[in-house]
């Protein structure tokens, strides 16, 4: 299984393996990763899966849809590099990926 960290506004980091064919946000969730709150469930519909994808790993995972982006406009302190992590599914290649989580959701 590709190994996923997920860091902390506090600067902890937590590297846990999440199953291929999940997303990033239901890796989390089912790890008890702090902070990732997933009202939706994973619907794109609320922003609270917010994270910020570290810069090298964002050529390598497929680009935000307009939906999301839309979404990610109500996101409190929206960058360049923010992500909703229920819209990054896993897959072999993503195995490394580094996420902050959003201070808040």
């Known amino acids: 299984m590709p190994k996923i960290t ?3 506004p506090d600067g902890a980091r937590t590297d846990v393996e999440v199953a291929i064919g999940i997303s990033v946000m239901e890796g989390a ?8 709150v997933a009202e939706c469930g994973g619907a794109c519909s609320c922003a609270t899966c917010h994270v910020y994808v570290a810069e090298e790993w964002l ?7 307009s ?10 302190g929206k960058a360049d590099n923010s992500r909703l992590s229920c819209q990054i599914n896993v897959t072999a290649d993503l195995d490394g990926l580094v ?5 808040e959701q």
């Open 29 to 36: 969730l089912r790890n008890g990763i702090d902070g990732i």
């Open 6 to 8: 997920y860091i902390q």
């Open 99 to 103: 996420v902050t989580v959003a201070e």
């Open 67 to 76: 939906t999301e982006n839309s979404m990610l406009e109500f996101a409190e």
């Open 59 to 65: 050529d390598r995972i497929p680009a935000a849809n």
